[in-house]
């Protein structure tokens, strides 16, 4: 039996995802990139795109089943009790200079529903303005970075990728007394396995000690899990074999797919164990009983709680389970390196403590008639942004080298070119030879340049050291690298992931 195109075989929003995967690669809060460095990591609208395009089919094809027309018209189409129409089809391509229509059929108002560009954006680029990274897609489109978390549209794409999936079975499968199952049974039945997750996730997340094992925990998990594989089991599977980073089963799973992961990398396997497996056994609410709070992370954590007014009755309430466990146990780090080195980072007298000092090797000129002391700086700018820049200035007496900080834009060249040294004094160059033999016979020393702090207002600012913070350095004990060998270890292997896709 002919089998329909999917729509990625057919049609794509490719401007429109192109402008959100260009914003996704500014994005830092919260974003999976964050977890670890990824070589050739793929943007997550692209994957988002991607995996949704090859699983439904194109609506204008044929052979396409008419349960996924049907399911297409009333998820994606006017909604004549808000009289809001979201994806309707653009009425002037944005990106063509003449009054150019899209037609107004269910292929475009799927491309729509990926992705489509926002009303401020078309008024804008017929202006020749510029719009905001943010504001480029509309509020209503699926691969935003926005609506990583928005149910409502998930749910759509969910339960389009439901339709088309039950529609691909065989006819048998897809009959009810008798009769050929509609679009509107189809997303029912989606209703009904989507309410019975939500139902056993409400059961089991409100249920206080759930970390405790008991009967009660044993049955109500039990739930969760055969209404998670009933789901399932109405889903397609996404398999990617070279997962790197994680994006295409992230967004599988985010789809509400059964995804697996694999790759040969360790580092590979971790991250996507950090952004696939863990987030989803773990990053879940919980509610611990005030006595089971207390002995998990002690009564100074429990008094915080009470000052946040997150104790309910006798129950402290965490929205999620893993975000609190990492930011708990960060904070102990934290305060355990502050108890043993705080000591070299002071306060000064407003309370802003330093988060860095930003230090510069110093090598000598091999001029015989100058031999001054030079910092080995390739540049002089501490921060350089549209937004902001902030530069070592240097000031020059005789031999002597200070610096001062200012704003603003630097026009200087740093003095190391390709590792030699050119001198700001005399203008002679110390080849990278020479410097070398300089590091090797420990001829190099460091100098402390700058101070890096954070103000609430200002963010990082940065100021020059002290005198205390210039002379500390001669009291840091001895940091001389270990000299014995490293033990033997045993190399890890890559892994497999499975990512249940199922909530947000």
């Known amino acids: 039996?002919?089998?329909?195109?999917?729509?990625?075989?057919?049609?794509?929003?490719?401007?429109?995802?192109?402008?959100?995967?260009?914003?996704?690669?500014?994005?830092?809060?919260?974003?999976?990139?964050?977890?670890?460095?990824?070589?050739?990591?793929?943007?997550?609208?692209?994957?988002?795109?991607?995996?949704?395009?090859?699983?439904?089919?194109?609506?204008?094809?044929?052979?396409?089943?008419?349960?996924?027309?049907?399911?297409?018209?009333?998820?994606?189409?006017?909604?004549?009790?808000?009289?809001?129409?979201?994806?309707?089809?653009?009425?002037?391509?944005?990106?063509?200079?003449?009054?150019?229509?899209?037609?107004?059929?269910?292929?475009?108002?799927?491309?729509?529903?990926?992705?489509?560009?926002?009303?401020?954006?078309?008024?804008?680029?017929?202006?020749?303005?510029?719009?905001?990274?943010?504001?480029?897609?509309?509020?209503?489109?699926?691969?935003?970075?926005?609506?990583?978390?928005?149910?409502?549209?998930?749910?759509?794409a969910r339960k389009l990728i439901w339709v088309a999936h039950s529609s691909a079975l065989p006819a048998v499968a897809l009959a009810k007394a008798g009769k050929a199952l509609s679009a509107a049974d189809l997303l029912a039945d989606y209703d009904t396995h989507y309410a019975a997750i939500k139902t056993a996730e409400a059961a089991l997340y409100t249920l206080p000690d759930r970390h405790l094992p008991s009967p009660e925990v044993t049955a109500k998990e039990a739930t969760l899990h055969q209404a998670i594989e009933a789901f399932l089991d109405h889903m397609p599977r996404v398999f990617d074999p070279f997962a790197g980073g994680g994006a295409i089963p992230l967004e599988a799973a985010r789809l509400g797919c059964r995804a697996f992961g694999n790759d040969i990398n360790p580092v590979a396997h971790i991250i996507q164990k950090g952004s696939l497996e863990f987030p989803q056994k773990y990053g879940k609410p919980i509610a611990y009983s005030l006595e089971a709070f207390e002995a998990r992370y002690g009564a100074e954590a429990l008094e915080v709680q009470r000052r946040e007014g997150k104790i309910f009755g006798h129950q402290v309430q965490i929205d999620n389970r893993l975000s609190f466990d990492v930011a708990f146990y960060a904070k102990k780090l934290l305060a355990a390196a502050e108890a043993e080195v705080g000591q070299y980072y002071p306060a000064d007298e407003k309370g802003n403590k330093p988060i860095a000092y930003y230090w510069a090797r110093v090598g000598t000129c091999s001029n015989p008639s100058c031999r001054a002391e030079v910092p080995l700086l390739k540049g002089f700018y501490l921060v350089n942004t549209p937004t902001k820049q902030v530069y070592l200035n240097p000031i020059?007496?005789?031999?002597?080298?200070?610096?001062?900080?200012?704003?603003?834009?630097?026009?200087?060249?740093?003095?190391?070119?390709?590792?030699?040294?050119?001198?700001?004094?005399?203008?002679?160059?110390?080849?990278?030879?020479?410097?070398?033999?300089?590091?090797?016979?420990?001829?190099?020393?460091?100098?402390?340049?700058?101070?890096?702090?954070?103000?609430?207002?200002?963010?990082?600012?940065?100021?020059?050291?002290?005198?205390?913070?210039?002379?500390?350095?001669?009291?840091?004990?001895?940091?001389?690298?270990?000299?014995?060998?490293?033990?033997?270890?045993?190399?890890?292997?890559?892994?497999?992931?499975?990512?249940?896709?199922?909530?947000?």
């Open 1 to 156: 039996m002919p089998t329909a195109k999917k729509l990625i075989e057919v049609a794509l929003p490719i401007k429109e995802i192109s402008a959100e995967s260009v914003r996704d690669k500014s994005i830092r809060h919260g974003h999976i990139s964050t977890l670890h460095l990824w070589w050739a990591r793929r943007p997550l609208p692209v994957c988002r795109a991607v995996v949704f395009a090859s699983l439904v089919p194109d609506p204008l094809d044929p052979h396409c089943p008419p349960a996924f027309r049907e399911a297409v018209e009333l998820l994606l189409g006017r909604d004549e009790n808000t009289k809001q129409d979201p994806y309707r089809p653009y009425d002037d391509i944005p990106w063509t200079p003449p009054v150019d229509p899209m037609k107004d059929n269910l292929r475009n108002r799927l491309q729509m529903f990926i992705g489509k560009f926002s009303d401020q954006y078309c008024l804008d680029i017929k202006a020749g303005k510029i719009t905001a990274a943010k504001n480029l897609l509309s509020d209503a489109s699926l691969i935003k970075w926005d609506n990583k978390n928005n149910e409502t549209i998930l749910n759509k």
């Open 396 to 504: 020059i007496e005789g031999k002597k080298i200070d610096f001062e900080i200012k704003k603003g834009k630097c026009d200087e060249k740093g003095w190391m070119d390709k590792s030699a040294l050119k001198c700001p004094i005399c203008g002679g160059v110390t080849d990278a030879e020479s410097i070398r033999d300089q590091v090797s016979s420990r001829q190099i020393t460091e100098r402390m340049l700058a101070v890096i702090y954070v103000t609430e207002n200002e963010g990082k600012s940065y100021r020059q050291p002290t005198s205390t913070e210039l002379t500390a350095v001669n009291y840091l004990p001895d940091t001389d690298s270990p000299k014995e060998k490293l033990p033997n270890v045993t190399r890890l292997t890559g892994g497999f992931i499975v990512a249940w896709g199922y909530s947000e």
